[in-house]
C-alpha cells in the first residue's frame, strides 16, 4: 500500500509493495553504527526497487530487503555504461522528524541525465515517493548527530540482456541509503586540490552534464595522482584550458568586490548544493555570474588578490574551504576568507530546521 497521496499533477502514486528484512539491525546494533557512520560503507536494511519496460512502462513498485542484484552476464549495463545517479540527504531535526532538501531538482537532474544516456524519465513524484517509502520502513537509520545524515543514493541502469548498442528495453530503478557524517575528516577544513593537465573529466559533447558513472570512472585515475601528490581532491580543465570541475563537486570563486563566479559550461554538472549556496549569496546581496574560468585567471587572480576565496561544494561535502591549489610545477596557497563557511552554516542550519527555511527547499519525508 503506497503511503502517499496522489501528486497534484495527477499523476497517481505507485503501489508499493512492502517485502520486510527478516534480519534487520537491532536497535543497539544500529545505535552503534551511527554513533560514527563512515560514508557509504553501511546500509540501511531495506531499498526501493522499481521496474521499466517498453511495453509495461513503471511497474513492480516495491521495498524489499537490502541485498544484492541478480544479474544476467548480457545485461547492457555491464558492457555498454548505461546508468545514471542521484545523490540527496535526509535530515533529522531537533522534534525528530525527517526533511530531506529540494528533492524536485534532484528528480529533475535524474530526468536530464536519463535523458543524455537513453533511459526513462522517472517522474519528479515517483522520484520523491521512492525516498519516503524507504523512509516509512528504515526511518530510525536517519542519525541525530552533528553534521550527520542518511545519505540516498537513487540509481538507475539498463538491464536488459542483449549484445547490441541500442538503448535497453528493461531498466531498473533502486535506492538504497546508507547514513553519513561529514564528507571530509576533521569537518570544512581546507582541503587542497591538484591540477590535472593529462586527463579530462568530459568532453564537449559527452556526458559531463549527467550524472553517471562514467564520468566518475573517468575521474579515479587522476584522483589517484591527487592522493600520490598529497592532495584531497582533483580539478579538470577543459580544452581550452578553462577550469571545469572537481572529481565530485563544484567549485566558487570570490572576488573582492563580492561577486561570486562558477564556472560554467555544457559539460560540467549543474549542482543543487551550488545553485542553492549561490541563492544564498545573492539574499544577502552578493553578485553572481557563471561564466568561464581559465586555469590562468585562477592563478593570477590569487597571486593580484583580485580573488579572495575559492571553495568545492556538493551534496556529500557540502561546501569545503580550498586551501591549496597544487601543479607538476607549482603549489599556489590559496587565500581562505569566511564566506564559504558562513553560507555553509546558513545552508546547513535550513537542513537540520535550525533556519527559517525562506524559499521553500524542505520537503518532509515523515508523517
Given at each position: 500500500m503506497s503511503l502517499t497521496s496522489a501528486p497534484e499533477s495527477g499523476l497517481a502514486p505507485l503501489e508499493f509493495a512492502v517485502s520486510r528484512n527478516l534480519h534487520t539491525k537491532?536497535?543497539?546494533?544500529?545505535?552503534?553504527l551511527l554513533v560514527d557512520p563512515q560514508f557509504g560503507t553501511t546500509?540501511?536494511?531495506?531499498?526501493?526497487d522499481v521496474c521499466w519496460s517498453v511495453g509495461g512502462g513503471w511497474h513492480r513498485p516495491r521495498v524489499q530487503p537490502y541485498g544484492p542484484l541478480a544479474l544476467d552476464p548480457a545485461a547492457a549495463v555491464l558492457h555498454y555504461g548505461q546508468e545514471i545517479f542521484e545523490g540527496i540527504k535526509a535530515y533529522r531535526h531537533a522534534d525528530g522528524s525527517i526533511w530531506t532538501f529540494r528533492p524536485d531538482a534532484n528528480g529533475r537532474?535524474?530526468?536530464?541525465?536519463?535523458?543524455?544516456?537513453?533511459?526513462?524519465e522517472l517522474p519528479v513524484e515517483y522520484f520523491i515517493q521512492s525516498l519516503r517509502e524507504l523512509i516509512a520502513v528504515d526511518g530510525a537509520w536517519v542519525p541525530s548527530g552533528a553534521d550527520q545524515s542518511l545519505y540516498f543514493?537513487?540509481?538507475m541502469f539498463a538491464k536488459e540482456a542483449f549484445l547490441g548498442v541500442r538503448p535497453a528495453n528493461k531498466v531498473g530503478y533502486y535506492v538504497i541509503a546508507s547514513p553519513v557524517g561529514a564528507y571530509f575528516k576533521g569537518g570544512a577544513k581546507p582541503v587542497s586540490?591538484?591540477?590535472?593537465?593529462?586527463?579530462a573529466r568530459a568532453g564537449k559533447g559527452g556526458t559531463g552534464a549527467a550524472k553517471t558513472g562514467g564520468n566518475y570512472a573517468a575521474s579515479l585515475l587522476p584522483q589517484a595522482e591527487a592522493y600520490e601528490q598529497g592532495c584531497d581532491q582533483v580539478v579538470f580543465l577543459d580544452q581550452d584550458r578553462n577550469v571545469e570541475e572537481l572529481g565530485g563537486m563544484n567549485i566558487v570563486f570570490v572576488y573582492k568586490d563580492g561577486t561570486l563566479v562558477t564556472p560554467q559550461s555544457p559539460s560540467i554538472l549543474e549542482g543543487i548544493t551550488r545553485d542553492s549556496i549561490l541563492q544564498l549569496a545573492v539574499d544577502r546581496g552578493h553578485k553572481v555570474e557563471?561564466?568561464?574560468v581559465s586555469i590562468d585567471e585562477w592563478r593570477e587572480g590569487v597571486a593580484s588578490g583580485d580573488i579572495v576565496e575559492v571553495f568545492a561544494c556538493g551534496t556529500a561535502a557540502v561546501v569545503a574551504p580550498i586551501g591549496v591549489l597544487k601543479g607538476t610545477d607549482f603549489i599556489d596557497e590559496q587565500p581562505l576568507g569566511?564566506?564559504?563557511?558562513?553560507?555553509?552554516?546558513?545552508?546547513?542550519?535550513?537542513?537540520?530546521?535550525r533556519r527559517e527555511d525562506t524559499h521553500g527547499w524542505l520537503v518532509r519525508l515523515d508523517g
Open positions: 537491532s536497535d543497539a546494533e544500529r545505535a552503534e546500509f540501511t536494511d531495506h531499498m526501493i537532474r535524474l530526468q536530464r541525465s536519463a535523458r543524455r544516456l537513453a533511459l526513462p543514493r537513487p540509481f586540490i591538484w591540477l590535472s593537465e593529462q586527463y557563471g561564466r568561464s569566511e564566506l564559504a563557511l558562513s553560507l555553509r552554516e546558513e545552508l546547513t542550519d535550513i537542513q537540520y530546521g
